[in-house]
């Protein structure tokens, strides 16, 4: 038992997790959490998702709040795919929904019983602190962090995508996808129910939406902690179907860009940061509060095992590290792919739906088609017809298909040498942001390249660099309707194979 005083500043997830895990594994510990809003219920957000993967670990960690959070969750949606063509249905009644407050009053709860201290409306100063250990869980925006910066070796990258996080005040009946505007501005909304009467409905605005409905001007007359009600107006008449004329619920709700953070080290002296102040992953993948509360979990386990706080520190950052840059890679292939949403604009609802369930490299078409046989045959169409019966032959099936016309001397959708001659341009690529500046400026170049029709991506052989590639590709071959093939190393050929299904690029070449 220690007597260490721990202070962890900010009373989310992460926090409120890690208060009670150190507590119970050392009770005599002083842990207090410090969180500058007044009350639970006025935290920003609405709903969140939490997968099973989630639920299962943290009733490993902590069955007594997982089944606290259970009971306050709500259950048994379906995830509708809703298209201007149709509506296609992707999964069952696998995740859970929680509302933000009610998650933080269920973690607070259970940390206060077992002696934790709780100051809410009291915001941490680092600087009139003793306490032995420091927990940064102050958010994306971290305050301790900005002090720490250097040190902690901080950058960020911000998405291109506008988004509004709003709510409804009933259930939807499933949760869906769907894209809605007039001309050129062109939203999308996530909706799902987290409630009887309450649904998460997110907005988003890519930046053609964001010059064509003149939203910049709506945000510039906001006030600080106000809500964009020029915005919200708008958007209920565009999406007035969907809402069943009901209003958005909105909470100080003003466009934002999601910041992707990430540092060197977590942590520096007696300071470790974990949940969002350490690291964010894009909200379409729904498992920023997972990491939060994993994160806590880890760093509870960390301190019991080791005396010395640099080591358990130490100890900490190496068993999250690997787990939260999986989820970082996949997230930025799907925040990429919500991006480009528009590019996509006119396909098959299944077309859709199998790009998305492919879009951040973790699927196969096999998986796909096992789950969903039906749409996965529609969605193949545009290869042929009669694809096979057996899953596990559907990448050989796609891969053997005859080359787009556009590609003359592919006589399948996979070649063993790339593509050459005066008409390819061919292009090494290992940045892994495919909407950075540098891919916009390949575009143009590639749109303004009149003599070279063909365009050859090669570059590194990381599974991330390969995801990241295919992206550029679809990119591509739709804002620069270039037919485009990307050289794969084999070990990625199930990736590959998917985003020739999905029409991110038109064949591969597979290398050793
Ligand atoms: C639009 C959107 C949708 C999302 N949807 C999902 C989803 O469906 N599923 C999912 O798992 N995740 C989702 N997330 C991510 C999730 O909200 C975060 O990853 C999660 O809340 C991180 O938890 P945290 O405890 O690290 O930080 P936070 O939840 O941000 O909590 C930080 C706390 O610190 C407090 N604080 C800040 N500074 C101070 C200070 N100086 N002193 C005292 N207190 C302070 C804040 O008030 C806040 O309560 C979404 C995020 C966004 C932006």
Same mark, same amino acid.
């Given at each position: 038992?220690?007597?260490?005083?721990?202070?962890?500043?900010?009373?989310?997830?992460?926090?409120?997790?890690?208060?009670?895990?150190?507590?119970?594994? !050392?009770?005599?510990?002083?842990?207090?959490?410090?969180?500058?809003?007044?009350?639970?219920?006025?935290?920003?957000?609405?709903?969140?998702?939490?997968?099973?993967?989630?639920?299962?670990?943290?009733?490993?960690?902590?069955?007594?709040?997982?089944?606290?959070?259970?009971?306050?969750?709500?259950?048994?949606?379906?995830?509708?795919?809703?298209?201007?063509?149709?509506?296609?249905?992707?999964?069952? $009644?696998?995740?859970?929904?929680?509302?933000?407050?009610? #998650?933080?009053?269920?973690?607070?709860?259970?940390?206060?019983?077992?002696?934790?201290?709780?100051?809410?409306?009291?915001?941490?100063?680092?600087?009139? @602190? @003793?306490?032995?250990?420091?927990?940064?869980?102050?958010?994306?925006?971290?305050? *301790?962090?900005?002090?720490?910066?250097?040190?902690?070796?901080?950058?960020?990258?911000?998405?291109?995508?506008?988004?509004?996080?709003?709510?409804?005040?009933?259930?939807? !009946?499933?949760?869906?996808?769907?894209?809605?505007?007039?001309?050129?501005?062109?939203?999308?909304?996530?909706?799902?129910?987290?409630?009887?009467?309450?649904?998460?409905?997110?907005?988003?605005?890519?930046?053609?939406?964001?010059?064509?409905?003149?939203?910049?001007?709506?945000? *510039?007359?906001?006030?600080?902690?106000?809500?964009?009600?020029?915005?919200?107006?708008?958007?209920?008449?565009?999406?007035?179907?969907?809402?069943?004329?009901?209003?958005?619920l909105t909470n100080r709700t003003r466009w934002?860009?999601?910041?992707?953070?990430?540092?060197?080290?977590?942590?520096?002296?007696?300071?470790?940061?974990?949940?969002?102040?350490?690291?964010?992953?894009?909200?379409?993948?729904?498992?920023?509060?997972?990491?939060?509360?994993?994160?806590?979990?880890?760093?509870?386990? *960390?301190? $019991?095992?080791?005396?010395?706080?640099?080591? $358990?520190?130490?100890?900490?950052?190496?068993?999250?590290?690997? *787990?939260?840059?999986r989820f970082k890679l996949l997230a930025a292939?799907?925040?990429?792919?919500?991006?480009?949403?528009?590019?996509?604009?006119?396909?098959?609802?299944?077309?859709?739906?199998?790009?998305?369930?492919?879009?951040?490299?973790?699927?196969?078409?096999?998986?796909?088609?096992?789950?969903?046989?039906?749409?996965?045959?529609?969605?193949?169409?545009?290869l042929g017809e009669a694809p096979v019966s057996?899953?596990?032959?559907?990448?050989?099936?796609?891969?053997?298909?005859?080359?787009?016309?556009?590609?003359?001397?592919?006589?399948?959708?996979?070649?063993?040498?790339?593509?050459?001659?005066?008409?390819?341009?061919?292009?090494?690529?290992?940045?892994?942001?495919?909407?950075?500046?540098?891919?916009?400026?390949?575009?143009?170049?590639?749109?303004?390249?009149?003599?070279?029709?063909?365009?050859?991506?090669?570059?590194?052989? !990381?599974?991330?660099?390969?995801?990241?590639? #295919? !992206?550029?590709?679809?990119?591509?071959?739709?804002?620069?309707?270039?037919?485009?093939?990307?050289?794969?190393?084999?070990? @990625?050929?199930?990736?590959?194979?998917?985003?020739?299904?999905?029409?991110?690029?038109?064949?591969?070449?597979?290398?050793?």
């Amino acid at each position: 038992m220690s007597h260490r005083t721990i202070d962890i500043i900010g009373g989310g997830p992460a926090g409120l997790a890690a208060a009670r895990l150190i507590k119970l594994t !050392d009770p005599d510990a002083a842990v207090t959490v410090y969180e500058r809003a007044s009350s639970n219920t006025s935290t920003f957000g609405f709903g969140v998702g939490l997968t099973g993967a989630t639920m299962k670990n943290l009733t490993a960690a902590d069955p007594h709040v997982a089944e606290r959070v259970r009971e306050a969750s709500y259950a048994g949606h379906r995830l509708t795919l809703r298209g201007s063509e149709g509506d296609v249905e992707l999964h069952g $009644a696998r995740n859970l929904a929680i509302g933000r407050a009610t #998650l933080l009053a269920v973690l607070a709860d259970a940390a206060r019983d077992i002696g934790v201290r709780l100051q809410m409306g009291t915001r941490y100063e680092m600087t009139e @602190s @003793s306490a032995d250990v420091i927990v940064a869980a102050d958010g994306a925006n971290s305050e *301790a962090r900005g002090k720490l910066e250097t040190e902690l070796g901080f950058s960020v990258e911000h998405g291109r995508l506008h988004f509004m996080w709003c709510g409804v005040d009933f259930a939807t !009946d499933t949760a869906f996808f769907t894209s809605k505007g007039h001309g050129d501005a062109q939203f999308v909304a996530h909706a799902y129910p987290y409630a009887a009467d309450r649904s998460t409905f997110l907005i988003e605005a890519d930046e053609v939406t964001w010059e064509a409905a003149g939203l910049a001007t709506n945000d *510039a007359a906001v006030e600080k902690g106000g809500t964009d009600e020029k915005s919200i107006a708008l958007l209920e008449e565009v999406f007035a179907n969907d809402l069943q004329g009901r209003r958005l619920l909105t909470n100080r709700t003003r466009w934002a860009r999601f910041p992707t953070v990430s540092l060197e080290r977590w942590h520096t002296g007696n300071v470790v940061l974990i949940g969002d102040a350490a690291h964010t992953a894009h909200y379409t993948i729904g498992s920023g509060t997972k990491l939060a509360i994993e994160d806590g979990i880890a760093l509870a386990e *960390a301190l $019991a095992e080791n005396r010395d706080v640099t080591a $358990a520190f130490s100890a900490y950052e190496e068993a999250r590290r690997p *787990a939260v840059d999986r989820f970082k890679l996949l997230a930025a292939r799907s925040q990429t792919w919500w991006e480009t949403f528009r590019n996509r604009s006119g396909r098959l609802p299944e077309e859709i739906a199998l790009s998305y369930m492919t879009r951040a490299g973790n699927l196969t078409i096999a998986d796909y088609a096992r789950e969903y046989p039906e749409n996965a045959r529609t969605a193949l169409r545009h290869l042929g017809e009669a694809p096979v019966s057996e899953p596990e032959r559907l990448d050989d099936w796609v891969l053997s298909r005859p080359g787009p016309d556009a590609l003359a001397q592919a006589e399948s959708r996979e070649v063993h040498t790339p593509p050459a001659g005066p008409d390819v341009r061919t292009v090494t690529w290992a940045n892994r942001n495919p909407t950075s500046a540098a891919a916009d400026r390949l575009l143009e170049e590639v749109a303004a390249d009149t003599d070279r029709c063909t365009t050859v991506i090669t570059g590194p052989e !990381d599974p991330a660099d390969v995801g990241a590639r #295919l !992206d550029l590709a679809e990119r591509l071959r739709v804002d620069a309707s270039r037919p485009v093939v990307v050289e794969v190393p084999v070990a @990625s050929r199930p990736m590959a194979a998917a985003a020739v299904a999905a029409r991110r690029c038109d064949a591969i070449v597979t290398t050793a």
